[in-house]
């Protein structure tokens, strides 16, 4: 996995599409290469399509949060993630970035009453939204 991914992000893509990229990894590894991918992401300035299943790594590497509904296939919520730039590890501990995730896993857990599974999330990096930067205003 580390291999293509790094394969596909020497050629400065414009656009990546992740399904599921650190899935099989331990928590500490996946945490370091999200933040990887983020200052790489800096870098180059490509837009990403991430699909995952984990709500902390989707609020942690996205701008953008697509949740999706199942049978019919529908977006059910198409969320802003306005947390600053550059994020590290002190970005999960926030609590703002903590609020993100437990609103967001009440949201999937809403969508899933019909019983029907839940589906992954797309998160999207970009995709005409510019990152968000901290404000001075509170």
Do not use: C, K
Not at 5 to 24: M, N
Not at 25 to 53: K, P, S, Y
Not at 63 to 75: C, K, N
Request: charged fraction near 25%; hydrophobic fraction near 45%.
């Amino acid at each position: 996995m580390r291999v293509s991914l790094a394969r596909s992000l020497a050629l400065e893509p414009r656009l990546l599409l992740l399904d599921e990229p650190f899935g099989a990894l331990d928590e500490m590894t996946r945490d370091h290469l999200g933040e990887e991918l983020l200052a790489i992401r800096e870098r180059q300035n490509w837009t990403a399509v991430f699909v995952t299943h984990s709500v902390s790594e989707a609020v942690f590497l996205s701008t953008r949060i697509i949740i999706l509904a199942a049978r019919p296939g529908r977006i059910a919520h198409d969320l802003p993630i306005a947390l600053p730039y550059p994020r590290n590890h002190d970005t999960r501990r926030s609590p703002d970035y903590l609020r993100l995730v437990a609103d967001i896993s009440a949201r999937l857990r809403a969508v899933d009453e019909g019983g029907m599974g839940v589906p992954p999330m797309i998160s999207d990096r970009g995709m005409g939204v510019p990152p968000v930067r901290a404000s001075a205003a509170a």
